[in-house]
């Protein structure tokens, strides 16, 4: 599973889309809305940053 961190910038959903047609599992947090504790817990096996 791929951790896709929203940064309020509408080029993320191009990412999340590009990311699938790869055939990664992806899961979109917003930046204020996911913590340290939260990324561990969650335990992906890539973190991307959008823009913004």
Do not use: C, H, W
Not at 2 to 28: A, H, K, M, R
Not at 29 to 43: F, G, P, Q, T, V
């Amino acid at each position: 599973m791929i951790l896709l961190i929203d940064n309020y910038d509408s080029f993320t959903y191009n990412l999340l889309q590009y990311i699938e047609e790869l055939g990664e599992e992806v899961v979109v947090y917003r930046n204020d809305a996911i913590s340290i504790e939260d990324i561990k817990r969650l335990d992906p096996s890539g973190i991307v940053i959008s823009p913004g």
